[in-house]
């Protein structure tokens, strides 16, 4: 009797999306210095009262789009989780092309070589907020092409929820998750179309390619 109970809280409490309010105090922790790509820093009043879930069939997108040509080496998310933190291996990271309103076709799939985790000193419905910072590996960076618009995504995949924090203040496209194989629906059922008044926060860095070929033509030049 008791194990059935057990059983039918952790299946309820395991939803897609986890609702609450922010505590403690902001610590900064930033990311390695590279190019950045994006940003949206956490600010502590714009966190948003409810964090969508990555695990399982469930995925946090937002979209950005670069104004020069990158390789992008790093891709840094506010979240949380329920279970233990993720090793690099427990999560895979996702670029897609944009398809308006959402995320249009899978471009690029990998798993990170190295997550960095830094205790940000707030918590969110009792939980820490981890500023997670994820590394690409050097041999198959993403490469985006200045001006065009992308949607990037991290996923959980040892079935451990973890949940993204939001922003309550747009900036750019709206937030999407997808809940099956089926497509992309919006994180709120408002709104025509339904779009979700939240972005994620995320600092997406890299290298600069062009700036790479101009060095390495100067370089030649010298001999």
């Known amino acids: 009797f008791f194990v059935i109970l057990f059983v039918a809280a952790a299946a309820t409490f395991a939803s897609s999306t986890l609702t609450g ?15 950045v790509i994006d940003t949206n820093a956490l600010t502590e009043p714009d966190i ?69 985790l830094g205790n940000t000193g707030l918590t969110f419905a009792g939980y820490v907020i981890w500023q997670t910072q994820v590394t690409l590996p050097d041999t198959d960076y993403f490469n985006v092409v ?28 709206e937030l999407y998750r997808i809940i099956d194989a089926t497509g992309w629906v919006a994180g709120s059922s408002t709104g025509s179309p339904p779009y979700d008044p939240t972005d994620v926060f995320q600092i997406i860095e890299g290298t600069a390619t062009a700036i790479e070929r101009e060095t390495w033509g100067s370089i030649k030049s010298i001999f």
């Open 21 to 35: 309010h922010v505590g403690g105090e902001y610590t900064l922790w930033m990311p390695a210095t590279d190019d």
């Open 48 to 116: 948003f009262n409810t964090a969508f879930a990555s695990f399982t069939d469930y995925y946090v997108a937002d979209d950005f789009t670069p104004s020069a040509n990158y390789a992008v080496t790093d891709v840094t998310w506010w979240t949380l989780t329920t279970g233990a933190v993720p090793d690099a291996g427990d999560l895979e990271v996702l670029f897609y092309t944009d398809l308006p309103p959402g995320p249009g076709t899978l471009l690029w799939t990998g798993v990170p070589t190295a997550v960095s």
């Open 146 to 173: 200045g001006g065009t618009t992308y949607w990037v995504s991290m996923h959980r995949t040892d079935g451990t929820t973890l949940y993204i924090i939001l922003d309550s203040i747009v900036r750019g496209t």
